[in-house]
């Protein structure tokens, strides 16, 4: 730190004598700083354009320099800059109360007119030397002038006219040239050159232009004395100081010199008309003084230009039109507002038909607002056609029309259409209430029956359903509308159907709906509907007393057809229909089987029908087919076998989450085996097999009934025994009689450190296991192996953890192993 102040005082040193010098460091200061370390040298260098920065914002004086663009300012405005459009946006906003009137609500945010003009301007106003300088270009002090001789003599002159206006022009002498045009200025000095030096021609131009001081006074942004060049407009001068405030006018912005005003810029005639012809060029000492803003209107609404606009005297509202751009295309004027401040200082709204053009020719007073508003979204004498059609949309609507004037035939209908059941939705103009009814494309169009072409209304909807869907789309929100509008006197219009139909659900209650109507509006019945009796439940209030539920049973055989007969009950309200199913309706249901049997593959089954029975249709089992290995598999104990490794699994993670906390070596080895177990059975994938002893079966002792989705698998003789858990060396061998299984885990090196010599257990070959504990068939010698079983050594948990879950865990994974290794390798 002792290091650091001095240098930080030296970059002071370097802004403070650079202040009177435009900003720029001497080749002695610069060398100085180069001389820095890097990270003091760049700190000194933020102090410098601090310092520069505040010394700019401070200096009355612009120098001239590259433009730099002025970035949009979101700090906190001045006190009054922001009074106006505050004022008129407070006016703007209506009450949160929907308006019931024809037109929409105006919202429009407004802002005044112009002034973001000035957005992105520059800070100073850099002279332009591409331009071609004009004949009437007035000459002064400062200004540049190039004199290029040729012919006789050649020569070329950059000469500066003096301060007192005189240009000293070699071989010609002095000439008093400034308040001289550009024009007059090279018609002198050729005319000269033509008397006093024979032979010689002279060409006249000008280089660097002088530079002036002007001043912006007023409602600018940034008021103060500027530096600009010689060939500036009070457009230009504007640009420099940033702009006009809020509370500024821009169509009474003065030119002042010597006390008087000289001009008057109107920026309203450049912006909208793009006139620039009151834009009068900047002379030393001018003043551009911007007045504070006068009568303010505003227009929102349906117009191109919706803004603050300032008038200067009594002005129409058809001139406020022409300066919001006139009314779009959505413009609804008959129905139009001004919002107007009265002399008591509240405020009114006045109900003006703008459509006409006397109307127009009123004059607005200061802080009106005019809103026009725009003209209605709906959609008058239109009918709406949706759902499974070829040309969905809206059609015109005539006296008369009919359902068969919207679809004139058939081939407008999409395929999947649902000929028997189609709406019309109507409501009510005046209540708003909405009806349905109900019609058949298919009796509309090849029975042609007249009572199903219905006549239409204005805004009618015609609903087409897609057959092959499950649900029918929009009828949801038709239904729940009739329940909406639904009341103790009129109860809602909907019924419902369940059972064996293509479509359940509810449905709207039409005029004279009968059962029949129902069904079609269904999608008629599944092929296991029992049509000989359904049962409709119908609800009654007894005039509100109490509401009683009747069963009516009702016949269904013939309801599609056009003579339904008595049975076809008329429907009321809340009317249910329930359409039972055929008793003891059987789906198309499959076994498989294969391997070893003489005729593989899928075999469609009975009710109740056994293993036995299947095997002897599949030709019964090869003579190299090995039963005691068969493999049985269901799809629901694969569910359930699924369910519970999920459960076995969340539990496993748990018990080794309780276990990680504890700190002895023990319990870590141990968390560490669960944690390969748990891994283990995140990749085991259930197989639902279900043990049998399939040579019983084949023999009569017993069988099993087999149902849709189940699989036998007859596998040939198998020659190996396999060792898997906690020996030194899990592998198969090959099968060789009279072998124990302490035979085998000697076969495989023997048990390891960690091997459960308690827990030892088999699995046979037809997935039964044999464990120590429930077997009598584990002598000191051990128990003698068949082919195709295996040896399952687990894990001594008790010596890694306190976990007795991990047992059951570990067997749980090795059986749904083994089952899965078997079906793979068939």
Request: charged content about 25%.
């Amino acid at each position: 730190m002792k290091l650091l102040n001095p240098l930080l005082l030296l970059a002071l040193a370097f802004c403070a004598a650079t202040a009177s010098q435009a900003q720029t460091l001497s080749a002695e200061q610069q060398a100085k700083l180069n001389s820095l370390p890097a990270p003091l040298r760049a700190q000194a260098m933020d102090e410098l354009r601090k310092y520069q920065a505040q010394q700019s914002s401070s200096n009355a004086s612009q120098a001239l320099e590259t433009p730099e663009v002025v970035k949009k300012n979101d700090a906190k405005p001045k006190e009054g800059d922001e009074q106006v459009e505050e004022e008129f946006d407070a006016a703007d906003k209506l009450a949160d109360e929907e308006e019931k009137s024809e037109a929409k609500v105006v919202k429009t945010e407004l802002k005044q007119f112009g002034y973001d003009l000035f957005e992105g301007s520059p800070t100073t106003f850099a002279p332009v030397t591409e331009i071609p300088v004009p004949v009437d270009y007035v000459i002064g002090p400062g200004d540049q002038v190039r004199i290029q001789f040729f012919g006789k003599q050649s020569a070329s002159y950059d000469l500066y006219v003096s301060r007192d206006g005189v240009l000293q022009i070699p071989d010609l002498g002095p000439m008093s040239v400034a308040g001289q045009s550009f024009n007059e200025l090279k018609t002198t000095i050729i005319e000269r050159v033509k008397e006093q030096m024979i032979g010689v021609e002279a060409f006249v131009s000008l280089g660097e232009l002088r530079s002036m001081r002007i001043f912006m006074l007023g409602d600018v942004n940034r008021p103060g004395a500027y530096t600009v060049s010689s060939l500036s407009t009070m457009t230009n001068a504007l640009f420099v100081s940033g702009g006009i405030r809020p509370i500024g006018s821009l169509r009474n912005i003065q030119l002042k010199r010597a006390g008087e005003i000289v001009a008057t810029l109107d920026l309203y005639e450049l912006l909208l008309n793009g006139d620039t012809s009151s834009d009068a060029r900047l002379q030393p000492g001018d003043v551009i003084f911007v007045p504070p803003v006068g009568t303010l209107v505003g227009i929102a609404g349906e117009v191109r230009r919706p803004a603050i606009y300032e008038i200067k005297e009594d002005t129409s509202i058809q001139r406020i039109f022409d300066m919001a751009g006139g009314l779009t295309p959505k413009a609804y004027p008959s129905i139009s507002q001004i919002e107007r401040i009265t002399p008591s200082g509240l405020k009114e709204l006045i109900d003006i038909d703008l459509s006409a053009s006397g109307q127009r020719s009123g004059l607005v007073e200061n802080g009106d607002i005019i809103r026009i508003f725009s003209a209605l979204d709906r959609v008058e004498n239109f009918v709406r056609l949706q759902g499974a059609v070829e040309r969905p949309g809206d059609y015109a609507w005539s006296e008369g029309q009919r359902v068969s004037s919207i679809i004139p035939h058939v081939e407008q209908l999409l395929p999947t259409a649902d000929l028997d059941y189609a709406l019309v939705v109507s409501r009510n103009p005046v209540t708003g209430v909405t009806t349905t009814r109900s019609f058949s494309l298919e009796q509309l169009f090849l029975q042609k029956d007249s009572k199903h072409d219905l006549l239409l209304e204005p805004k009618d909807r015609i609903m087409i359903f897609d057959g092959t869907k499950e649900e029918r789309d929009g009828l949801d929100q038709v239904v729940a509308r009739l329940k909406a509008q639904s009341t103790s006197e009129n109860p809602q219009k909907v019924v419902s159907i369940t059972g064996r139909v293509r479509h359940p659900g509810e449905y709207p209650l039409d005029r004279s709906m009968n059962v029949s109507d129902l069904v079609r509006a269904a999608g008629g019945f599944t092929e296991d509907a029992y049509t000989l009796q359904a049962e409709l439940i119908r609800y009654q209030d007894n005039n509100k007393t109490n509401r009683d539920s009747l069963l009516i049973p009702v016949s269904l055989a013939g309801s599609l057809s056009d003579n339904a007969g008595q049975q076809d009950i008329a429907l009321q309200e809340f009317d249910r229909l329930n359409v039972k199913r055929v008793p003891e309706w059987t789906e198309h249901e499959t076994v498989i089987i294969s391997g070893e049997v003489n005729f593989p593959g899928s075999y469609v089954i009975e009710r109740g029908e056994t293993l036995s029975q299947v095997i002897e249709r599949a030709g019964g089992l090869t003579r190299l087919a090995h039963p005691e290995s068969a493999i049985f598999l269901r799809e629901s104990l694969r569910l359930t076998e699924a369910a519970n490794l999920a459960k076995l699994r969340e539990r496993l993670s748990s018990d080794i989450a309780a276990a990680s906390i504890q700190s002895d070596a023990i319990s870590l080895d141990g968390v560490e085996t669960a944690q390969s177990l748990l891994d283990q059975l995140e990749n085991t994938q259930a197989v639902g097999r279900l043990v049998i002893n399939l040579p019983d079966i084949l023999d009569g002792l017993e069988d099993i009934t087999v149902i849709d989705g189940d699989e036998l698998i007859i596998k040939q003789r198998p020659q190996a025994v396999t060792i898997i858990g906690s020996v030194n060396y899990p592998t198969s061998h090959l099968y060789q009689g009279g072998l124990s299984h302490i035979d085998y885990i000697n076969l495989s090196g023997g048990l390891t450190k960690k091997a459960d010599k308690k827990q030892i257990y088999i699995v046979r070959a037809n997935g039964q296991v044999i464990t120590e504990q429930k077997s009598r068939f584990f002598p000191k010698g051990g128990t003698i192996i068949e082919a195709g079983d295996t040896v399952v050594v687990p894990i001594d948990v008790d010596r890694v953890a306190p976990l007795k879950l991990w047992t059951t865990t570990s067997q749980i994974f090795y059986q749904i192993a083994l089952g899965a290794a078997a079906i793979n390798s068939f």
